[in-house]
C-alpha cells in the first residue's frame, strides 16, 4: 500500500525500510513511526534520538512482553482499556503486535464489552487527540481539518452521531470510544494500516442529561439539534467527506434506528458508504444461520424466522435473509411473508399508526391472526413462536431474559434443532444465556451469542459458544472496497461476506453445533470474506483491473503486520 510518510519502501538489495523526514521527539511522538525502545544505536544517532530514550535497545518481543506485563497489572477491564488506548496513542505497531499476540483476549476490551463504559466515561479518562470532532461551527471547515491531518490519503471513515451507542443510547462526545474501537478491528482484521483509518464524532449535542450536568463533559452543552437543521449538517459533512477524503470508504455507525435507515439510503450512492449496524449485522446472522441449516440438514426455504427486536440489526437480518430466500429461487413476498418482527409494542403489523417505513416489508396483516390460537387479545412472543410454527428465534432487542423455557418448548415443537441466537450486547443485555438455551433444549438447541461467553459443560459435554461478532464482515467488506476502488457497496456484497464467512466453519465445528470461527480467527476470515466479495465484485466488473486467479495474492500482499522496518532518513 501507499502510506505516504509511513510507506514502505526497498533498497537495492531489496531490503524493506521506511523513509522518514523527521526526527527528535516529533518522531518519537509520532504513533505511527515511534518504535521507543526498540530504535537501533544507528537510527538514535541518525534521528538525533540519543539521550531521549533510555539507552538499551530492547527487540519488539521484549517490548510485547514488558506492556502485556503493564496490562495484566491493570485491576479491571476499565483500566485495561484506558492502559491500551495509551499505548495505542504512542506506538500504534507496538500496539497492534501486542493484540495480535493476545486477540481472543483484547478485543472484549478495545471493543465489546468495555468500550460501552469507556464512551460513557470517554470525557473523564480523555488523553490524547485522535480522529475529528464535526460540529455546526466547523463542518465548513472540514478543508483547512485535513490540511492539517497527519495522513492525507484516508481510506476508511467509521462516523458516528453517538445517538445509538450500543444499546445505551444517546452518549454524546463519548460516542467517539466505539469509531476508534471498530478502525482497530480493521487495522488487526484485515491488515489495513492505521495511517488508513479516521475515526470522526459529529457533536450536534445530547439530550444526555448526565452528561449536559457534568463540568468535565467535553462535548457541546447544548440539546441535540434535530429536523432539518439535522439533515442539512449531515448533508454538508458527506459532501465534504466526498470531496477532502475522495478514496475513503464510509461506515455510519450507532446512529439511531431511523435515521440508520434514511442516512443509508439517501447516501449509499452518492459515496461507497454502509450502515454496520444494519448490513454487518444482517450479513453475519445470515452466515450463522446458513451454518445452522448445514447442521440441521434442513433447506432455508423450510424455515420459519421469528426476529425479536426490530431495530437496525433486526431488520438488517430479516431483509438478508430475505434476499437470500429470493436468491434461491423464493418469490419477495413469499420470503417476507416467512419474517415475523416482533417490537416493543409487539408483532409488526401492517394497520400500525405511523408503522416506520423500514418495517413495512414485514409487518402482517391483522387479518392474520384470526386464524391463530392467542393466550390475550395481542400476540405475545410464545403465541407468535406457536402459531407462525417457528424454526428460527433471534434476539436482537436489548431486553435482559426475554426468552423464557416455554418459548424454547414452543420451538421443540416445531423442530427437532431450533436455531435460537440471544445476539444483544453487551452480556448482561443478552435475551437469554447459552447454558439456559442447552439445558431447556437438552442440548438440541443451535446456539450463537453476540458477546463472547465461556464455554458451557452440559451433561458432560463441552459446548464452544459461537459469536456472532460484525467484525467476522466489515474488515474483509472494507479491504474489498478499498482494493477495487468500487463507488458503491451493494447489498450482494454482504451477501457474498455472508457465505465466505459460513465457509469458514469446518465440519469438526459443525458436528458438534458451532457455527461461527473463533475470534482468535478474524484474520483469516477477514482475508476470506474479502476474497469472497472480490470475487464477486470482478464477476460484475470485468474491466476492474484485477483478475480472479489473483485474487488471494493481492489480498495477502496488502495486508500490513505490525512489525519495526529500519528507517532511513530522506
Given amino acids: 500500500m501507499s502510506i505516504e510518510r509511513y510507506q514502505k519502501w526497498r533498497d537495492q538489495q531489496g531490503k524493506p525500510f521506511i523513509p522518514v523526514s523527521v526526527d527528535g521527539l516529533e518522531l518519537i511522538n509520532d504513533r505511527n513511526l515511534n518504535k521507543g525502545s526498540a530504535f537501533t544505536k544507528e537510527e538514535r544517532k541518525v534521528f538525533h534520538l540519543e539521550g531521549l530514550i533510555p539507552p538499551s535497545t530492547a527487540s519488539f518481543q521484549d517490548q510485547k512482553s514488558r506492556v502485556y506485563e503493564g496490562y495484566c497489572s491493570a485491576p479491571t477491564d476499565i483500566d485495561k482499556y484506558i492502559y491500551l488506548r495509551s499505548l495505542q496513542d504512542r506506538n500504534e505497531t507496538l500496539f497492534y503486535g501486542l493484540l495480535e499476540e493476545h486477540i481472543e483476549e483484547m478485543i472484549p476490551i478495545i471493543y465489546i464489552p468495555t468500550v460501552s463504559l469507556a464512551c460513557q466515561q470517554f470525557s473523564h479518562h480523555y488523553q490524547r487527540a485522535r480522529g475529528l470532532y464535526i460540529t455546526r461551527e466547523n463542518v465548513d471547515d472540514m ?156 433447506e432455508l426455504k423450510d424455515q420459519s424466522f421469528v426476529v425479536f427486536g426490530a431495530g437496525s440489526g433486526g431488520v438488517g437480518f430479516a431483509r438478508k435473509v430475505s434476499t437470500e430466500l429470493v436468491n434461491i429461487g423464493m418469490d419477495e413476498s413469499a420470503a417476507n411473508s416467512r419474517i415475523f418482527l416482533i417490537d416493543s409494542k409487539g408483532l409488526v403489523l401492517n394497520d400500525r399508526p405511523e408503522l416506520e417505513e423500514y418495517k413495512s416489508p414485514f409487518a402482517k396483516d391483522p387479518a392474520l391472526l384470526s386464524s391463530w390460537h392467542l393466550s390475550s387479545g395481542d400476540p405475545s412472543l410464545l403465541d407468535v413462536l406457536e402459531n407462525v410454527k417457528a424454526t428460527v428465534l433471534v434476539g436482537i432487542s436489548g431486553e435482559s431474559e426475554a426468552f423464557k423455557k416455554e418459548h424454547i418448548e414452543a420451538l421443540l415443537k416445531n423442530t427437532d434443532r431450533p436455531v435460537v441466537f440471544p445476539l444483544s450486547n453487551p452480556a448482561d443485555e443478552s435475551e437469554v444465556t447459552p447454558d439456559r438455551l442447552y439445558r431447556w433444549s437438552d442440548g438440541k438447541a443451535i446456539v450463537a451469542v453476540g458477546s463472547q461467553y465461556p464455554d458451557v459443560t452440559f451433561k458432560g459435554k463441552q459446548y464452544r459458544i459461537g459469536q456472532a461478532s460484525n467484525a467476522f464482515i466489515f474488515p474483509g467488506i472494507g479491504m474489498a472496497a478499498m482494493l477495487s476502488k468500487v463507488q458503491i457497496l451493494t447489498d450482494e456484497m454482504f451477501t457474498a461476506a455472508s457465505h465466505a464467512l459460513a465457509d469458514c466453519v469446518g465440519k469438526p465445528d459443525l458436528d458438534a453445533g458451532i457455527v461461527y470461527p473463533r475470534v482468535k480467527d478474524i484474520q483469516n476470515v477477514a482475508v476470506r470474506t474479502a476474497i469472497g466479495v472480490l470475487k464477486l465484485i470482478t464477476e460484475k466488473n470485468p474491466h476492474i483491473g484485477l483478475k480472479r486467479e489473483d485474487l488471494h495474492e493481492v489480498v495477502r500482499s496488502n495486508i500490513w503486520k505490525p512489525m519495526y522496518h529500519p528507517y532511513k532518513r530522506v
Avoid at 450536534?204 to 452543552?221: M, S
Avoid at 447544548?222 to 477524503?245: A, L, T
Avoid at 435507515?261 to 439517501?266: A, G, Q, R, V
Wanted: with cysteine.
Fill in 143 to 298: 478543508s483547512k481539518m485535513v490540511h492539517h491531518f497527519p495522513s492525507q490519503h484516508v481510506r476508511i471513515i467509521v462516523v458516528t452521531d453517538s445517538q445509538g451507542i450500543l444499546g445505551i443510547g444517546d452518549i454524546g462526545v463519548g460516542g467517539m470510544a466505539v469509531p476508534i474501537g471498530k478502525l482497530s478491528l480493521y487495522s488487526i482484521g484485515a491488515g489495513i494500516h492505521p495511517s488508513y483509518c479516521l475515526p470522526i464524532a459529529l457533536d450536534i449535542g445530547t439530550d444526555n442529561e448526565e452528561l449536559l450536568g457534568d463540568p468535565l463533559y467535553l462535548g457541546i452543552g447544548h440539546k441535540r439539534i434535530r429536523g432539518q437543521e439535522y439533515y442539512d449538517f449531515i448533508d454538508k459533512f458527506v459532501r465534504n467527506v466526498k470531496q477532502y477524503f475522495p478514496q475513503a470508504i464510509l461506515q455510519w455507525e450507532d446512529f439511531s434506528k431511523r435515521h440508520s435507515f434514511e442516512l443509508l439510503e439517501k447516501y449509499r450512492e452518492f459515496l461507497p458508504s454502509y450502515n454496520d449496524d444494519i448490513q454487518s449485522t444482517g450479513a453475519v446472522v445470515l452466515a450463522g444461520v446458513l451454518n445452522a441449516m448445514k447442521i440441521k440438514k434442513e
